[in-house]
């Protein structure tokens, strides 16, 4: 019923009373008429067939791989307890810390989570949560692991394999556990460096790094660069390459991860917090049989368990990054850890483009023969799907069958060679020969 139609036949006071007030008993009158979302339990599965029950428990682009064929196993929500030392840190600095006031840094940060408790109705929520994921529990002092994509067409045929020994990320801020600590000096501040290469396979590009810098500096773009040993050369990136896909995949700086971006280019806003389904503890490491199916995008998507999880949705405009693919990103942050579950980007027309789906495992062991003193959020299995040229690039940190040496590795130092000497054009040219 159109509004005015619906103004004959109430009560002239209420005629009288603004649009807004008539949207609001329209939209409650609707509401009423709508049938609830269907709450799921342990045990459910959630499929193409039945979705439509639980479309408020799932992301848009979660609902597109659905009808891939992907299913949702529901399993019970387990909470995914912070590491001790990055516990303390927060219990011991958080109320010190504050946002500047212009929102693109923080005042008096030490160490851990700066801001613990967000209220959504604080007008600087969406940037606490932003400066939240930004320093989030999961990558330590140092990390390390080895990595494997496959480059999928739309029938599910590989086209491209790629793998490397190195993805590693040094904290340079905020280390809790291992000497310097709270900071490693360097001028300009950096915040971390991340280095992913050297590529083994394919051939092509056998020995390509990429070297990244994230400087503490709001002015300060990043640093990046790729080593192409083939052409004998180090290409920098500039901030207008960040969108674009790197080693001829679907896969973008910016997007690794979820978002790997400098929050300090965007302009966040939330949009609202809700329980949906996340892949929290998948219980699937190393295999190749994670993955839906062989052939046609259900090849593209992991069939795991899931569990509901409050997260917040954030909506991120690349407003100082005028030459930018995307229009936006929507963030689905878990409230507890505060990663990326879920990463959409949006084409200039604010269509649904890509997805970035994280495949969790919080465990402290998650294959025999490591064991780790906290529980640690493992990353096993990651879906990049490019909807509308159906293609997909599924990554796998670690592939299978990698040795235990190669596996994921904390603050190990100069035993995973995450020391500030490895992280500089000379090393990755080095590592690559």
Not at 2 to 25: N, T
Not at 330 to 354: G, P, R, Y
């Amino acid at each position: 019923m159109q509004v005015g139609h619906l103004r004959r036949f109430l009560p002239r006071a209420i005629a009288h009373h603004s649009i807004a007030v008539l949207m609001i008993i329209l939209a409650a009158s609707l509401a009423s008429a709508t049938p609830s979302c269907a709450d799921v339990s342990v045990g459910d599965v959630i499929t193409k067939a039945n979705m439509a029950e639980h479309k408020e428990l799932l992301s848009p682009s979660v609902q597109r791989m659905l009808q891939y064929g992907m299913t949702i196993d529901v399993d019970e929500t387990v909470s995914c307890p912070w590491p001790e030392s990055y516990k303390r840190a927060t219990e011991q600095y958080a109320a010190q810390v504050e946002l500047t006031e212009d929102r693109l840094g923080l005042n008096s940060y030490v160490a851990g989570m700066p801001f613990p408790d967000v209220d959504a109705n604080d007008p600087d929520a969406a940037w606490k949560i932003m400066w939240n994921h930004e320093h989030k529990p999961a990558f330590s002092d140092d990390v390390r692991t080895e990595w494997v994509i496959d480059i999928q067409n739309d029938v599910g045929q590989t086209e491209k394999l790629l793998a490397s020994n190195v993805w590693r990320r040094l904290k340079w801020e905020g280390r809790m556990n291992l000497d310097p600590k709270p900071v490693i000096p360097h001028d300009p501040p950096l915040r971390y460096t991340e280095q992913w290469g050297p590529i083994n396979t394919p051939f092509d590009l056998k020995g390509t790094s990429f070297l990244l810098y994230r400087y503490d500096v709001a002015a300060r773009s990043d640093d990046s660069w790729l080593y192409l040993p083939q052409l004998r050369r180090v290409r920098r990136y500039s901030t207008s390459d960040r969108s674009g896909t790197l080693f001829g995949g679907d896969i973008d700086q910016d997007s690794i991860w979820g978002f790997n971006s400098k929050p300090e280019w965007w302009d966040f806003r939330l949009l609202g917090e809700k329980e949906i389904m996340v892949p929290m503890h998948i219980e699937s490491y190393q295999t190749a049989d994670v993955w839906c199916g062989e052939n046609g995008p259900v090849a593209w998507v992991p069939c795991v368990k899931w569990e509901k999880r409050k997260v917040w949705i954030i909506d991120g405009r690349p407003e100082k990054l005028p030459v930018y693919a995307f229009s936006k990103r929507h963030l689905w942050i878990d409230q507890e850890v505060f990663n990326v579950t879920t990463s959409e980007m949006f084409d200039k027309a604010e269509e649904l483009w890509k997805v970035w789906q994280n495949f969790f495992w919080c465990t402290k062991s998650a294959r025999d023969g490591r064991e780790y003193p906290d529980q640690r959020l493992f990353t096993p299995a990651v879906a990049m799907i490019d909807f509308q040229l159906s293609h997909s690039s599924r990554i796998r940190p670690p592939g299978p069958g990698n040795p235990l040496r190669d596996d994921w590795m904390f603050e190990t130092g100069e035993e995973s060679r995450n020391l500030p000497d490895y992280y500089t054009i000379a090393s990755i040219i080095k590592e690559a020969r």
